[in-house]
């Protein structure tokens, strides 16, 4: 099948275009996977390759290791000077081209967030990018190609969620206008609160966090595990979940979703005085805060 064509911006563009490449490279990563798992239009789970990472359950497709290597040739197609860190293929740093200082871009790339529930066909699985420049996240976007819901965020600019009906670059466009502004969960108390967690890949670490939602499952209203950290962030932009945190995430997990939640007026914490991390990513609305970022400090959340 054909791959989605490149963006059609220049080397050249100004960095304000960012953002809108940004969109653009996720919708397209989105159409490719569409057409790898719905190949004659409806799914069909022995068309992937699936083999194992860090452990059995940590996976990983054909599709993903295909669907970064598309935006990172499509990335560097554009911006040759840029660094590159994608989850299968680690850090590609400018592809040859000497970096520019007075940039300094980093593209983080997630092609697939969400594999296991790629693999199952659970439709909760996302194309994850951001972009910082001089070590600060300034645009992030993360697409579900099954649901077509785009979440975008430019740092100071908002949060925004649009939908695209089709696949491609036209739909797209067509789509661009017709966006809501994500306000974030509106809950105060914390016995109320929706909370959103996940789980690491290795078992015994996992059995130390399943004790840690055992006892915060005492404190708030209920515990959902859904598989894909980006799209978590979403949600609690969107404000369907209340709060959400995880130990262990890696930058290309968090790295579009944290950003998204913060511009939807979300706070985002390390629990250490710090902002998202690989240790430990949580975040909720402003009321919630201090109350529950000091509940997950007290239960160890970081430190199992």
Sequence with gaps: MDQPSNPSLSAAQPEAELGRLTVEL??????????????????????????????????????????????VRAIRAVRPADSILGE???????????????????????????????????????????VEVNGVTEFGC??????????????????????VAARGADALAA??????????PTRVA??????????????QRRAR??????????????????GAAALDFCSLADGELDAYFEAGLSPWDFAAGELIAREAGCVVSGLDGSGASTRM????????????????DRLGAADV
């Design 281 to 296: 990513t949580a975040g909720c609305g402003p009321d919630l805060a201090t109350e529950f970022f000091g509940l997950l």
């Design 26 to 71: 996720a919708v397209g990563a989105g159409s490719l996977i569409l057409e790898r798992l719905y190949p004659q239009g409806e799914f069909d789970p022995s068309a992937l390759q699936v083999s194992a990472k860090s452990t059995a359950t940590d996976v990983v497709t054909q599709v993903d290791v295909e669907v970064e290597a598309w935006l």
């Design 209 to 226: 966090q399943a004790k840690v939602v055992a006892e915060l499952l005492a404190e708030v209203a209920d515990i959902r595990r859904m």
């Design 190 to 203: 914390l016995a109320a609160a929706l909370v959103g967690t996940g789980f690491a890949y290795d078992r």
């Design 175 to 184: 789509s661009l206008g017709e966006r809501r502004r994500l306000r974030g």
């Design 142 to 163: 993360v697409h579900n190609p099954v649901t077509g819901e785009v979440y975008s965020a430019t740092r100071g600019g908002g949060a925004w969620l649009h939908r």
């Design 88 to 130: 299968e293929g680690g850090a590609h740093v400018s592809g040859g081209a000497q970096p520019r200082p007075e940039s300094a871009v980093r593209w983080v790339i997630d092609p697939i967030d969400g594999t296991v529930n790629f693999v199952h066909g659970l439709p909760r699985f996302a194309v994850s990018i951001a």
